[in-house]
């Protein structure tokens, strides 16, 4: 049975998601990441894995997988800054 929780954040997180795909593709294609610093895009990378495995330790598995996509979506994010940025 599914936590109504686990519905909700996974909902937020598919739509964090969704608000990341444009940016994603915008510095892709004009090949710079100008908008945040490098420190925030590992941050938030890295406490959004951290909140994946704290929903997996709490058997929430729709958030364990929304979190962990949203996560990827930051690192992507990461990469692009410490690509461009040279």
Do not use: H
Request: overall charge positive.
């Amino acid at each position: 049975m599914w936590q109504w929780q686990d519905v909700v954040l996974t909902i937020i997180n598919f739509g964090f998601m969704v608000t990341a795909i444009p940016a994603v593709l915008r510095n892709y294609q004009l090949k710079e990441a100008k908008s945040q610093s490098l420190s925030m895009y590992l941050s938030t990378a890295i406490l959004l894995s951290v909140m994946a495995y704290v929903f997996f330790t709490l058997d929430m598995l729709l958030s364990c997988i929304s979190t962990a996509g949203t996560g990827i979506m930051w690192f992507i994010l990461t990469y692009q800054k410490m690509k461009y940025s040279k």
